[in-house]
């Protein structure tokens, strides 16, 4: 094992966690690459190889689009989000390109003050190595709770 | 309000028409379960899935009929049966997997087998055991095998779609969904071979009905979901109908997109932005389609179990699913047709964002229907109100009226006798 990307991966996915809890949307989308492809979707699709997802973002701009509508356009009630990402599973490393997996569980807590369990899966990746660090290509969240709890509106 | 009156007992309609719904109706348990009674399991056709979702012998699908479980099998013969997942011995709901292909039907608690009609084939030590040459035990000799398989529904297919209902006298389909509405499911559902492109399930905390009336109401896309209106896909000056069967039960909010631009109607809302583009257009990268014949959205209710989505090239079939009173589960099938070229294909996926669960405009309708449930739920001696465009029931050439949600009531009253 490369002991050092497998440390910057580490660091990379927890650096993500702390952007998507702490709502900081720019950080979000910097750790992209601009042909990135970022997905939200149910084991149940992902296993019968259906393609349907509850979102599919394919380019930068479908993320910073996404980002308007959470920010700007959709209802929904207010809520916190808490990302506890497991240590990262590297399945390959290529040039410049490192495929991973790890496992994540996302809490939510509402204005109400109850936490619940939200979103359980894990991420499928291909990150990039680039000159100003990792950047996501891909990330699939494949979700195990099939069954969204109302809505999902921000980014896992 | 006196005190005695604030949780009301008895489910009195004490409004002059369906204009004002009182609360009750979407609070009271008993209420629920005369529903699922009289609007699930009598009387009605509930959707089930799509043919495409079962291709060959022996594929199947759990479902729900109302709130109860059932499964759609194909046959050895090419049709389609749905029987109740409940075992014929101890009532056991047998069928685990949502979906998978099977030789026959097997509770596993006793073994008893079930063929692809729900007929009782197997019953392990029916005739009992031998031991020092007498048998013991088994099943009594007037055990009839006929009379313990599972519950067989009443089928219905039509263009690819599948309806079920355990009402053996239930009306033929056709006639239940009437001609005014079967004009635009014929439209949808146009003999092609249906492509399934997977599902969206959500869990919504709000009485099932909410649902049905998120689509029977006009009045609200333009005002909550900003995202149609900023990006140019909904205006009021749109083209629109809206127009129902002879029994108000079941609807159309049917419209079609003008050229876009600024003008009073827009103007008046605050959320259009004249100048607001998406980074990425493939959002809303629109091709009109020969079926359309016209209008660029098609939202039907087939009361009391589906909703049937046509918003440009996004097609959907959204099953409602009630859980109790004060929930239910909304299951999108998302498909396309055999003869869609890849390209139209990634454009019904792409324009999926704005649907399900997470979608642009859709998240904002399961929110809605979570906190109008939680309004009635604390004032459950108070009513809603449905009277725009007056307090008539009656087809519409315009979109500014609660006609649709006006006339379910009507219908729903009748039905259930209060
Ligand atoms: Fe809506």
Redo the contacts with the bound molecule.
């Keep these: 094992m490369n002991m050092e990307i497998y440390l910057q991966l580490t660091e990379f996915n927890q650096e993500y966690a702390a952007a998507v809890d702490a709502a900081d949307w720019d950080r979000w989308l910097e750790m992209f690459t601009d042909d990135c492809t970022y997905r939200v979707q149910s084991r149940e699709n992902f296993d019968r190889n259906l393609p349907m997802a509850a979102l599919s973002l394919s380019s930068k701009g479908m993320l910073k689009d996404r980002i308007y509508g959470i920010t700007e356009t959709i209802f929904h009630d207010p809520y916190r989000q808490n990302h506890v990402i497991s240590a990262p599973r590297i399945t390959s490393i290529s040039t410049g390109l490192i495929e991973a997996q790890a496992n994540y569980a996302v809490f939510r807590t509402k204005n109400d003050g109850i936490a619940e369990v939200f979103n359980v899966g894990r991420y499928l990746d291909r990150i990039r190595q680039t000159p100003d660090g990792l950047r996501i290509e891909s990330r699939t969240c494949v979700f195990d709770n099939d069954m969204i709890l109302n809505s999902l509106i921000y980014p896992i | 309000m006196s005190q005695e009156n604030l949780i009301p007992l008895l489910p009195v309609w004490d409004q002059p028409d369906t204009s004002r719904i009182p609360f009750w109706a979407y609070t009271s348990k008993d209420i629920h379960k005369q529903e699922l009674e009289k609007l699930f399991y009598k009387g009605h056709w509930c959707y089930v899935g799509l043919e495409a979702e079962i291709p060959e012998t022996g594929d199947f699908k759990r479902t729900v009929v109302g709130e109860r479980s059932v499964i759609m099998v194909r046959d050895a013969q090419g049709g389609i049966n749905v029987v109740e997942n409940v075992c014929g011995h101890r009532g056991m709901q047998f069928c685990r997997e949502k979906h998978g292909t099977v030789k026959s039907f097997v509770c596993p608690y006793h073994q008893w087998n079930y063929d692809l009609e729900g007929n009782l084939q197997g019953v392990p030590f029916r005739r009992g055991v031998k031991q020092d040459g007498a048998v013991k035990g088994g099943m009594p000799k007037d055990f009839n095998p006929k009379e313990h398989g599972l519950t067989q529904l009443q089928v219905a297919r039509r263009g690819g779609v599948v309806f079920a209902s355990f009402d053996a006298d239930v009306e033929p389909f056709e006639d239940f969904i009437g001609p005014e509405m079967l004009a635009y499911f014929d439209r949808m559902f146009n003999g092609r071979k249906l492509k399934v492109l997977g599902y969206n399930n959500q869990r919504i905390p709000g009485n099932w009905k909410l649902m049905m009336e998120?689509?029977k109401?006009p009045y609200?896309?333009g005002l909550?979901?900003t995202w149609f209106v900023t990006f140019g896909l909904w205006r009021a000056d749109n083209r629109s109908e809206l127009k129902m069967d002879r029994h108000h039960r079941h609807a159309a909010m049917i419209s079609t997109k003008g050229e876009g631009g600024k003008n009073a109607q827009t103007t008046n809302i605050s959320s259009f932005k004249e100048s607001m583009q998406l980074n990425d257009p493939r959002f809303l990268d629109v091709e009109m389609e020969p079926w359309w014949n016209g209008p660029t959205a098609v939202m039907m209710t087939l009361f009391p179990s589906v909703i049937l989505q046509q918003q440009v090239n996004s097609v959907s079939t959204r099953h409602i699913q009630p859980n109790g009173h004060g929930s239910f589960d909304f299951v999108w099938t998302h498909f396309g047709y055999e003869d869609d070229t890849p390209e139209m294909t990634e454009r019904r996926l792409c324009q999926a964002n704005l649907f399900g669960p997470a979608g642009f405009?859709?998240a904002?309708?399961g929110e809605v229907i979570e906190f109008s449930q939680q309004g009635f739920e604390q004032k459950p001696f108070h009513r809603t109100l449905a009277e725009l465009g007056g307090r008539d029931i009656e087809d519409t050439d315009h979109m500014v009226s609660e006609t649709l949600i006006r006339g379910m009531y009507k219908y729903w009253r009748k039905v259930m006798g209060v």
């Design positions: 998120n689509i109401d609200h896309p909550l979901h405009v859709s904002d309708d």
